[in-house]
DNA sequence: TGATACTTGACTATTTTGGTCAGGTTTATA
DNA sequence: TATAAACCTGACCAAAATAGTCAAGTATCA
């Protein structure tokens, strides 16, 4: 079970671009020379927060990408799903009666995968990127 | 982030092993065919669960595997780490001061994937094998 | 009319996963 | 004591997922 890094990649650029929210729009040039992350690779990255409307991009030459919410208003959680990196603990139907792999019943263990992925949902549910630059900030001084 | 199969198989087969405990060793054909588990990737596993010494296995006829511990000691937290399946939320050292792929400085959100990895342990420590037989003879009833 | 920066889609190398396969060894029991 | 059940080990492999790269654009500002 390990987080990937499109998602990790993801929620970094993203405290990176709010620390500058408000002032300009940033370059994922910037981004990715600050947070060392490939430029090809954020672009994918970004084109899908865009999509999901958590960031707007502005075109031209000093362009880039501003955050197209509050900050306080975006939680882990919508990062996470814009990236597609989904916490899946297992491959059966929340809602149908089939078990995995289309077997006629829930396996043994299939009630505490979902509790898992609950209890794992709860922590992405209450982090905001706004809490995310706070506790940064604190930490530097 | 997903929960690999080996991780599910291994639990699986432990809790469906600790319904038997104590009555007769069970043998790794019967898991196999009673949950749907390929009978050499549970030799795999069961492997690592002895090297852990969370069960025992009784060679020969009418051999199989017993329980190591009782039910009650054994946490997810220990079936999980026997199999390796771990939770990586990232790559660098937690001691180490250093980032990860060798950077100088901790990136922003390590503490983020820190504070996420404690609170996913916390769940598997909480679990022992004994709730999970437990949960589910309730179910059935 | 550059230069900057976003946009898109296809492609690919590496790693991880989820096994299989072959060939053992041990031991109860008929 | 033979034999079959069951554990034991290590090598091997195909498919999927990951973590990117590459190429060829388009839009906008200075
Ligand atoms: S049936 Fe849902 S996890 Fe096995
Ligand atoms: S430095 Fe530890 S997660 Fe980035």
Request: aromatic share 6%; proline share 1%; charged share 35%.
């Amino acid at each position: 079970m390990r987080l990937t890094s499109k998602g990790r990649y993801a929620v970094m650029a993203l405290v990176d671009l709010a620390r500058f929210d408000g002032i300009n729009p940033v370059s994922l040039r910037d981004i990715s020379l600050r947070q060392g992350i490939s430029l090809d690779y954020l672009e994918q990255i970004f084109s899908k927060l865009r999509k999901k409307e958590i960031v707007q991009s502005v075109r031209g030459t000093q362009g880039g990408y501003i955050l197209n919410r509050k900050a306080k208003e975006i939680k882990l959680t919508n990062i996470f799903d814009a990236v597609d990196e989904k916490v899946k603990t297992v491959q059966c139907k929340k809602e149908s009666k089939k078990g995995c792999n289309g077997k006629s019943t829930k396996c043994l263990t299939h009630n505490l995968w979902d509790e898992l992925e609950t209890h794992i949902n709860n922590f992405f549910d209450k982090k905001s990127l706004d809490d995310l630059v706070k506790e940064n900030l604190e930490r530097r001084l």
